[in-house]
């Protein structure tokens, strides 16, 4: 399981999530990775499952895997496909 950040986190540039985590598995996206407008993506492989990056989202966009809202099932995907 990992960590996945989702829709609220677009056009937001705060990267409070970035200075907790303790692996440093949080990336900054590239500007042709897509439509998505997301600023950074979860490393799905490097992520530890700490948690540690969820509760400092200032915009709530983090969640587990398994947890993330039904309406944005599809940033699961996008943070995967992020890392080919």
């Known amino acids: ?14 990267a409070s999530c970035v200075d907790v985590c303790p692996v440093e598995c949080i990336y900054e996206a590239e500007p042709q990775q897509g ?5 950074m993506f979860i490393h799905p492989e490097e992520c530890i499952d700490c948690g540690a990056c969820e509760p400092e ?3 709530e966009a983090i969640f587990a895997e398994e947890d993330t809202p039904e309406e ?4 699961i ?4 496909k992020a890392f080919d």
């Open 1 to 14: 399981m990992t960590y996945v950040i989702a829709e609220p986190c677009v056009n937001t540039k705060d």
């Open 35 to 39: 439509t998505h407008n997301l600023p």
């Open 57 to 59: 989202c200032p915009v």
């Open 72 to 75: 944005w099932k599809e940033y």
């Open 77 to 80: 995907d996008i943070n995967y």
